[in-house]
């Protein structure tokens, strides 16, 4: 009402509620008023829950994340726009009828991204309630991604979700999005058919999986086998763990191995000081020309391809998975300094 009459000159203008309630709830957003030329949202609201938010080191990394989500929602990252843009629509997956966003740059962008030429739709979220189903992508295909249900960290702004703005109407992104590789290539199996096959796709967990840390599918952090039956069904993911993230260093970092190094240019890698039993390990990496390097205390060990290969240092011997250098070195390790 305070703006009802009143020329808005902005682009935007947001509005912030602030609550301080005892409840679970931590944030929430919409638009709630639309240009009738563009159909892009001219203002919104933010509601800010007080009560869980907490300045400490970690919400220096969490809560950026969360409030960009949210904003999103403000700009027509919801199932109520997305409709009234024509942007979604009814497709089979795997067994089942969903909801999928339909438009132009979306469909193209994640038929190259998931290798799915025949992909019809990117499924959003069925689960939750009206405040997270329709208004999301699936968390059990984006576990990472900034617009699942659940804001998780790391959390990252994939291309898919630029081109879902771009479609709302929004200006182009220009190298908007964020590295974001989960599922990358990973066929029809999942984004169309509706699995989450751990034989098939290194994201999903198998059943000797549980209850073990693993390397994050990104490699820049330990994850373990979890899920959210509100959101993901059966389906197990390899998800991130708390201070469990190899580039942060900080004096509660979670370490399975004496040698481990956190810090910007740290990667997890699986380690065995065993013969059987590998765990996750967190190690400075650089990239030569064709080849993967990791240190070990003041010594460094080369990859000499990838798979399960012996470490002899003063720090560690014992057994390490290394990682392909394609991998490694295009979709983690690129333009960065060299071992920080």
Known sequence: ????????????????????????????????????????PVMGAVYLNYQHIRISEVNKYYLPGVFIHELMHVMGFSGGFMKQ????????????????????RVVKHAREYFNCPELEGVPVENGG?????????E???????VMNPQVSFPMKISELTIMLLEDLGWYKGVNAHENYNYLK??????????????SKSDEFCSAEDWNHFHCYPNKLGKGFCGNSSTYMGKCGLIMPSNNGQCTIENSSNRKNFN?????????????SSSSDKFNAACLRMRCTADKVEMQFGDEVHTCAGSGPQTVATKAFSGKIDCPAF????????????QMD
């Open 185 to 198: 290539g990973d066929g029809c199996h999942t984004i169309k058919g509706g699995e989450c096959n751990s």
């Open 259 to 271: 040698f481990e190094s956190y810090g910007p240019h740290s990667r997890c890698v699986m380690a």
């Open 129 to 137: 309630g009206g405040g997270s189903a329709g208004s999301h992508w």
């Open 139 to 145: 968390k059990t295909i984006f576990p990472a991604e």
């Open 326 to 337: 394609s991998e490694m070195c295009t979709e983690v390790l690129d333009k960065r300094c």
């Open 1 to 40: 009402q305070k703006f009802t009459g009143k020329p808005i000159e902005q682009d935007l203008v947001i509005t912030i509620k602030p609550h301080n309630e005892k409840t679970g709830w931590f944030a929430a957003a919409g638009a709630c008023l639309a240009d009738k030329s563009t159909g892009r």
């Open 85 to 104: 843009r024509g942007l979604l629509k009814e497709i089979k997956h795997g067994s089942e009828t969903r909801n999928a966003v339909v438009s132009d």
